[in-house]
C-alpha cells in the first residue's frame, strides 16, 4: 500500500494501517512532513460535532492522542482544556440545545449554560443569550502529534520517505497499479491513499477522480504573552462572529472562518514551498480581530506577535472527502478536512484503514464518503464560487432546511425553465435544483429561516391537498436511473437483490441491495423491461456510489451497466384524478395498469415508459420521457389541469406512508428485518447477506426502526434522542409534519426489547411520542392502488 502525503492523515492512515497488521506500508511525502498544512493547523481538539458520525471520528482523539504518547514516549502537546460555544442569538441556542442532546448520547459531557457560568475572567457576555460547555474540548501541537504517528509508523514497519515527489497515480482499466515519482521511477502497488490536502485535486484527476477541493488562504494570530490567563485557557468559539480564541502558553490564538475566503493557488508559483507562510491581510483579518476585541477588551493592552496565514482547504460542502474512488478500483482519499484535519486525525486514520483493509467502513460513513460527490462540484469556477460561504458554515448557524446560496445551478432538469414559471421556489437537493415548494404570491417565494414551525408548512399541505381529488406533478428527474443488460443479467440481479427478480416483463420489484452483513448498501426499484434488460431507480444523492457498487460487483458476469440519469426526465403524476388526467393526454389503458407495473406508453405524442408507482402513497405514475420530448408532455399536462408539489410536501408524504428514505433511515448498518422491510426478501433463493439475515432471524433483532406520533408539536429534523424509562434508547433519523395529516412525525432507531412510553428530546425539551404500528395516512393502502 503507498500513502502519498505526510500531513497528520496520512500519518494516522499508516499507523493504523501497520497497528491492524500490515506489513508492506510506504508513505512518500514531496517534501518534509507536516509541511504542506498541518503544521500550521492553530490545533484545537474539538470532539462535538454536529452529527453522530462526525463526533466519532473527532472522538477518536481522546483516546488515541494520549495512547500515542505512551506508546512512542513523544509528548504531543494534547491537553484537555475545556471549552464553550457562545451564543449571541436564540436561534444558535436552539441549535446548541440540540448539539449537547447529541453529545450526551454518545458519551460526551456537554451543558448548557448561562452566560454568567462561562468561566473564563475579561469576557463581555452582555450581547450573549447563553453558551454551550464542553469539557472534552481541548488542544495539541500538530507537528508534535504527526512526529508521535510517524515514530509509531516506522515502529511497525512503515517505510516513511520524505523527499519522494508523487507525480502520477498509475492505472489501467480502471484500476490502481502503483505510483510515478518525480525521478521517473514507478512503486508498484494495488491500492493507493491519496492524503496530499489542498494538492490531492490533480494526482487524482489524472486517475479518474474528480474532487471538489478549493485551497484559500486561512488566517490566524498569536498575541504577546498575556498575564493571569487561566490555565488551561479553555477553547472559545464567538460562533455568530465566526471567531475562535485557544489558549497557547500563556497567548491567545485568535482565529476565524469567514466569508468570501481568498482562493490560493495550490499549484502557482508558491505551491510547491514547504512551511508556506503567507502575507498578512488585515483587510481581510480585520472584523475577526474586533470581533475578539469585542468579546475580550483586555486584547487592546496586548500587542500581536505572529501573524500566521497558511493554505487550507475546503470542500463543495464543508465535509470532508474520505473513502474508495467510485471509479476506480484500488484508489482511496482522505482529503479537504476543512480545517478539521489534525483532531479527526484518529478518527479518519482508523475509518480509512479498515475501508482499505476490509472492504467497508468500520461505521456507517456515508456523510463524508468521497462517493457523494457529483464529478461537476470539482469544477474550479464552482468550487471558487462555493468559497464565498463554504469556509464561514463551519461557525455559521445551521438554519433547519437551510439552502447554500453561492454556486448554485449545477445540475438543472430538463424542465427547469418550465417549474420555475410554475413558481418554483428551487433548492439543491444532492446537486440538482429542485422545487421546494412552488409559491403563489410574491410574499411566498421570499420566506425566512426558523427553528419552529417552518413558514411552508402551510404551502406544502396547500399543495398535497390537490392530490384528494386532482393531481400534481413532481419533479423526479434527479432520480439515478441505470440500464443493466446482457445475458447474465437475471443472475447477476437475483444474487444481488433481495427480492425476486425473475418476474414478467413489465414488472416493478421494489428491493434492498445488501452487504455481506445484511445491511443495506442500496434501496431500489428495478424493473424488468425486456428478458435481458432491467431498469434500476435508486436516489438522486447516491447516483455515483451506486454505480460504482454495481460495476464492482459486475466483475465476472456478462452483463453491461450504463448511466442513463441524463438521458430521461421524470414527472411523477400523482394524486386520485392522475388516471383520469393521463386519460386526456393518452390513449393508453390507463384503467387496466396494475399497481407496480410498467408500460410504454404515448403521452401527448411522445414515447414514455409509464411506472405505476407511488412514493407519496397516492395513485400515481412516474413517467420517464426522453430529454428532448419532455417539454410536450409537461405541457399538456398543466393544460389538463396538473399542479406543481415540491419537494418538501413530498418528503412529508413519504414519511406519513411509512415510507424510508436511505442515508437517514436506512444504510449499509441497517438490515431489511430492522427497518422492517422483512416483505422483500425473496427466502427461497441465494443472495449476499442471506446468511446474515437468516441468523439475525433466528435469533430475532436488536434494534427496530419505527415510526412515532409526536406530541407538542416540535420541529423533527434527524438525530435527536429517544428516551424511555430514564435512558436514551435510540435517535431520530428523519422526521417531517405530514402535510396531509398535520402530524408530527419520526422515524427513529431504538432498542428492539423497549416497550414502554417513549419522549422525544428536541432542542431541550422532552416530548410525548407514540409508536405507529400502521402509517397514520391511508394504512392500507387503498388510494394508491386503487
Given at each position: 500500500?503507498?500513502?502519498?502525503?505526510?500531513?497528520?492523515?496520512g500519518?494516522?492512515?499508516?499507523?493504523?494501517?501497520?497497528?491492524?497488521?500490515m506489513?508492506?506500508?510506504v508513505l512518500?511525502?514531496?517534501?518534509?512532513?507536516?509541511?504542506?498544512?498541518?503544521?500550521?493547523?492553530?490545533?484545537?481538539?474539538?470532539p462535538?460535532?454536529a452529527?453522530?458520525n462526525?463526533t466519532?471520528?473527532?472522538?477518536?482523539?481522546?483516546t488515541l492522542f494520549?495512547?500515542?504518547?505512551d506508546?512512542t514516549?513523544?509528548?504531543?502537546g494534547?491537553?484537555?482544556t475545556?471549552?464553550y460555544?457562545?451564543?449571541?442569538?436564540?436561534?444558535?441556542?436552539?441549535?446548541l440545545?440540540?448539539?449537547?442532546?447529541l453529545?450526551?448520547?454518545v458519551?460526551?459531557?456537554?451543558?448548557?449554560?448561562?452566560p454568567a457560568?462561562?468561566d473564563?475572567?475579561?469576557?463581555d457576555l452582555?450581547?450573549h443569550v447563553?453558551a454551550?460547555?464542553?469539557?472534552?474540548?481541548?488542544?495539541v501541537n500538530?507537528?508534535?502529534l504527526?512526529m508521535?504517528?510517524?515514530r509509531a509508523?516506522?515502529a511497525?514497519?512503515?517505510?516513511?520517505r520524505?523527499?519522494?515527489h508523487?507525480?502520477r497515480?498509475e492505472?489501467?482499466?480502471?484500476?490502481?497499479?502503483?505510483?510515478?515519482?518525480?525521478?521517473g521511477?514507478?512503486i508498484?502497488?494495488?491500492q493507493?491513499?491519496?492524503?496530499?490536502?489542498a494538492w490531492?485535486?490533480?494526482l487524482?484527476?489524472?486517475a479518474?477522480?474528480a474532487?471538489?477541493?478549493q485551497?484559500?488562504?486561512?488566517?490566524?494570530v498569536?498575541?504577546?504573552?498575556?498575564p493571569n490567563?487561566?490555565?488551561?485557557?479553555?477553547?472559545?468559539?464567538?460562533l455568530?462572529?465566526?471567531?475562535?480564541?485557544?489558549g497557547?502558553?500563556?497567548?491567545?490564538?485568535i482565529?476565524?472562518?469567514?466569508?468570501?475566503?481568498?482562493c490560493?493557488?495550490?499549484?502557482?508559483?508558491?505551491g510547491?514551498?514547504?512551511?508556506?507562510?503567507?502575507?498578512?491581510?488585515w483587510?481581510?483579518f480585520?472584523?475577526?480581530?474586533q470581533?475578539?476585541?469585542?468579546?475580550m477588551?483586555?486584547?487592546?493592552?496586548?500587542?500581536i506577535?505572529?501573524?500566521?496565514?497558511?493554505?487550507?482547504?475546503f470542500t463543495h460542502d464543508?465535509r470532508?472527502?474520505?473513502?474508495?474512488?467510485?471509479?476506480v478500483?484500488?484508489?482511496?482519499v482522505?482529503?479537504?478536512?476543512?480545517?478539521v484535519?489534525?483532531?479527526s486525525?484518529?478518527g479518519i486514520?482508523?475509518l480509512?484503514a479498515?475501508?482499505?483493509t476490509?472492504g467497508?467502513?468500520?461505521?456507517d460513513a456515508?456523510?463524508?464518503?468521497?462517493?457523494?460527490v457529483?464529478p461537476?462540484a470539482?469544477?474550479?469556477?464552482h468550487?471558487a464560487a462555493?468559497?464565498?460561504e463554504?469556509?464561514?458554515d463551519?461557525?455559521?448557524?445551521?438554519?433547519?432546511?437551510k439552502?447554500?446560496?453561492?454556486?448554485?445551478?449545477?445540475?438543472?432538469s430538463?424542465l427547469?425553465?418550465r417549474?420555475a414559471?410554475?413558481g418554483?421556489?428551487?433548492g439543491?437537493?444532492?446537486?440538482?435544483?429542485?422545487?421546494?415548494w412552488y409559491?403563489?404570491?410574491e410574499?411566498e417565494?421570499?420566506?425566512?429561516?426558523s427553528?419552529?414551525?417552518?413558514p411552508?408548512?402551510?404551502i406544502?399541505?396547500?399543495?398535497?391537498?390537490e392530490?384528494?381529488?386532482?393531481a400534481?406533478?413532481?419533479d423526479l428527474s434527479?432520480?439515478?436511473k441505470v440500464?443493466?443488460t446482457?445475458p447474465?443479467?437475471?443472475?447477476?440481479?437475483?444474487?444481488?437483490a433481495?427480492?425476486?427478480?425473475?418476474?414478467?416483463?413489465?414488472k416493478?420489484?421494489?428491493?434492498?441491495?445488501?452487504?455481506?452483513?445484511?445491511?443495506?448498501e442500496?434501496d431500489?426499484?428495478?424493473?424488468r423491461?425486456a428478458a435481458?434488460r432491467?431498469w434500476l431507480?435508486?436516489g438522486?444523492?447516491?447516483?455515483?456510489r451506486?454505480?460504482?457498487?454495481l460495476?464492482?460487483?459486475?466483475?465476472?458476469w456478462?452483463v453491461?451497466?450504463?448511466?442513463?440519469?441524463e438521458?430521461e426526465?421524470?414527472?411523477?403524476?400523482?394524486?386520485?384524478g392522475s388516471?383520469?388526467l393521463?386519460?386526456?393526454?393518452s390513449?393508453?389503458?390507463?384503467?387496466?395498469?396494475?399497481?407496480?407495473?410498467?408500460?410504454?406508453v404515448?403521452?401527448?405524442g411522445?414515447?414514455?415508459?409509464?411506472?405505476r408507482?407511488?412514493?407519496?402513497?397516492?395513485?400515481?405514475?412516474?413517467?420517464?420521457?426522453p430529454s428532448g420530448?419532455?417539454?410536450?408532455?409537461?405541457?399538456?399536462?398543466?393544460?389538463?389541469?396538473?399542479?406543481p408539489?415540491?419537494h418538501?410536501?413530498?418528503?412529508g408524504c413519504?414519511i406519513?406512508k411509512g415510507?424510508?428514505?436511505?442515508?437517514h433511515?436506512?444504510?449499509?448498518?441497517?438490515t431489511?428485518l430492522?427497518?422492517?422491510?422483512?416483505?422483500t426478501?425473496?427466502w427461497s433463493?441465494?443472495?449476499?447477506?442471506?446468511?446474515?439475515?437468516?441468523?439475525q432471524k433466528?435469533?430475532?433483532?436488536?434494534?427496530?426502526?419505527?415510526?412515532?406520533?409526536v406530541?407538542g408539536?416540535?420541529?423533527?429534523?434527524h438525530?435527536?434522542p429517544?428516551?424511555?424509562?430514564?435512558?436514551?434508547v435510540?435517535l431520530?433519523s428523519s422526521?417531517?409534519?405530514?402535510p396531509?395529516?398535520?402530524?408530527?412525525?419520526?422515524f427513529?432507531l431504538?432498542?428492539?426489547?423497549?416497550?414502554?412510553p417513549?419522549?422525544?428530546e428536541v432542542?431541550g425539551?422532552?416530548?410525548p411520542a407514540k409508536?405507529?404500528?400502521?402509517s397514520p395516512f391511508d394504512p392500507?393502502?387503498?388510494?394508491m392502488?386503487a
Amino acid at each position: 500500500m503507498v500513502i502519498v502525503g505526510g500531513g497528520a492523515n496520512g500519518l494516522s492512515l499508516a499507523y493504523h494501517l501497520a497497528r491492524g497488521g500490515m506489513r508492506d506500508v510506504v508513505l512518500l511525502e514531496r517534501n518534509s512532513l507536516t509541511s504542506g498544512t498541518s503544521w500550521h493547523a492553530a490545533g484545537i481538539v474539538g470532539p462535538l460535532r454536529a452529527t453522530p458520525n462526525m463526533t466519532r471520528l473527532a472522538m477518536e482523539a481522546l483516546t488515541l492522542f494520549p495512547a500515542l504518547e505512551d506508546e512512542t514516549g513523544m509528548a504531543t502537546g494534547y491537553r484537555r482544556t475545556g471549552g464553550y460555544w457562545l451564543a449571541r442569538a436564540p436561534a444558535r441556542m436552539d441549535e446548541l440545545c440540540r448539539i449537547a442532546a447529541l453529545g450526551q448520547t454518545v458519551g460526551l459531557s456537554p451543558e448548557i449554560a448561562d452566560p454568567a457560568a462561562v468561566d473564563v475572567p475579561g469576557l463581555d457576555l452582555r450581547d450573549h443569550v447563553g453558551a454551550l460547555a464542553v469539557p472534552e474540548d481541548g488542544n495539541v501541537n500538530p507537528v508534535d502529534l504527526c512526529m508521535a504517528y510517524a515514530r509509531a509508523a516506522k515502529a511497525r514497519g512503515v517505510d516513511i520517505r520524505e523527499g519522494a515527489h508523487v507525480t502520477r497515480i498509475e492505472t489501467q482499466a480502471r484500476r490502481v497499479t502503483g505510483v510515478r515519482l518525480a525521478d521517473g521511477s514507478v512503486i508498484a502497488a494495488p491500492q493507493v491513499a491519496l492524503c496530499a490536502g489542498a494538492w490531492s485535486k490533480p494526482l487524482a484527476s489524472h486517475a479518474g477522480l474528480a474532487l471538489p477541493l478549493q485551497a484559500v488562504e486561512h488566517m490566524y494570530v498569536v498575541t504577546e504573552p498575556m498575564p493571569n490567563l487561566p490555565d488551561p485557557f479553555p477553547v472559545l468559539r464567538d460562533l455568530d462572529t465566526g471567531i475562535y480564541v485557544k489558549g497557547d502558553a500563556g497567548k491567545l490564538v485568535i482565529g476565524g472562518f469567514e466569508p468570501q475566503a481568498k482562493c490560493w493557488d495550490a499549484f502557482g508559483p508558491e505551491g510547491d514551498r514547504p512551511f508556506l507562510e503567507l502575507a498578512e491581510d488585515w483587510d481581510q483579518f480585520g472584523p475577526f480581530m474586533q470581533a475578539a476585541l469585542d468579546l475580550m477588551p483586555r486584547l487592546e493592552q496586548v500587542g500581536i506577535q505572529h501573524f500566521m496565514n497558511g493554505p487550507e482547504s475546503f470542500t463543495h460542502d464543508t465535509r470532508p472527502l474520505i473513502g474508495p474512488a467510485p471509479e476506480v478500483a484500488g484508489l482511496f482519499v482522505a482529503a479537504g478536512m476543512n480545517s478539521v484535519g489534525v483532531m479527526s486525525s484518529a478518527g479518519i486514520g482508523r475509518l480509512l484503514a479498515g475501508w482499505m483493509t476490509e472492504g467497508a467502513p468500520e461505521w456507517d460513513a456515508w456523510e463524508v464518503d468521497v462517493a457523494r460527490v457529483d464529478p461537476q462540484a470539482a469544477d474550479a469556477a464552482h468550487m471558487a464560487a462555493r468559497m464565498e460561504e463554504a469556509v464561514a458554515d463551519l461557525f455559521a448557524l445551521h438554519w433547519p432546511y437551510k439552502q447554500p446560496e453561492a454556486g448554485r445551478g449545477l445540475r438543472c432538469s430538463g424542465l427547469h425553465d418550465r417549474w420555475a414559471a410554475q413558481g418554483a421556489v428551487f433548492g439543491q437537493t444532492a446537486g440538482w435544483e429542485r422545487g421546494l415548494w412552488y409559491a403563489q404570491t410574491e410574499a411566498e417565494r421570499d420566506l425566512p429561516y426558523s427553528v419552529g414551525a417552518q413558514p411552508w408548512w402551510e404551502i406544502a399541505a396547500r399543495e398535497a391537498a390537490e392530490m384528494a381529488e386532482g393531481a400534481v406533478l413532481l419533479d423526479l428527474s434527479p432520480f439515478t436511473k441505470v440500464e443493466i443488460t446482457g445475458p447474465d443479467v437475471l443472475g447477476f440481479l437475483n444474487m444481488h437483490a433481495a427480492a425476486q427478480m425473475d418476474v414478467p416483463v413489465g414488472k416493478a420489484v421494489y428491493t434492498p441491495i445488501l452487504n455481506d452483513g445484511g445491511g443495506i448498501e442500496a434501496d431500489v426499484t428495478i424493473t424488468r423491461r425486456a428478458a435481458d434488460r432491467f431498469w434500476l431507480v435508486s436516489g438522486a444523492a447516491t447516483r455515483w456510489r451506486d454505480m460504482a457498487l454495481l460495476r464492482a460487483r459486475a466483475v465476472g458476469w456478462e452483463v453491461q451497466i450504463a448511466d442513463q440519469t441524463e438521458t430521461e426526465v421524470v414527472i411523477g403524476v400523482m394524486g386520485a384524478g392522475s388516471r383520469s388526467l393521463l386519460t386526456h393526454v393518452s390513449d393508453a389503458d390507463w384503467q387496466g395498469f396494475g399497481f407496480g407495473t410498467a408500460r410504454e406508453v404515448l403521452v401527448s405524442g411522445a414515447p414514455c415508459l409509464a411506472t405505476r408507482l407511488s412514493f407519496v402513497g397516492e395513485l400515481g405514475w412516474e413517467l420517464s420521457i426522453p430529454s428532448g420530448k419532455a417539454g410536450q408532455v409537461f405541457d399538456a399536462l398543466i393544460v389538463a389541469g396538473a399542479k406543481p408539489m415540491g419537494h418538501y410536501a413530498l418528503d412529508g408524504c413519504r414519511i406519513e406512508k411509512g415510507f424510508k428514505h436511505w442515508g437517514h433511515d436506512i444504510g449499509p448498518d441497517v438490515t431489511p428485518l430492522e427497518a422492517g422491510l422483512g416483505f422483500t426478501i425473496d427466502w427461497s433463493k441465494d443472495f449476499i447477506g442471506k446468511a446474515a439475515l437468516e441468523m439475525q432471524k433466528a435469533e430475532g433483532v436488536k434494534r427496530r426502526l419505527c415510526l412515532f406520533q409526536v406530541e407538542g408539536k416540535p420541529l423533527l429534523l434527524h438525530d435527536e434522542p429517544i428516551w424511555c424509562e430514564g435512558r436514551v434508547v435510540g435517535l431520530t433519523s428523519s422526521g417531517a409534519r405530514g402535510p396531509r395529516t398535520g402530524l408530527d412525525l419520526c422515524f427513529g432507531l431504538i432498542e428492539a426489547a423497549v416497550d414502554g412510553p417513549v419522549e422525544i428530546e428536541v432542542a431541550g425539551q422532552r416530548y410525548p411520542a407514540k409508536r405507529l404500528k400502521r402509517s397514520p395516512f391511508d394504512p392500507d393502502g387503498t388510494r394508491m392502488r386503487a
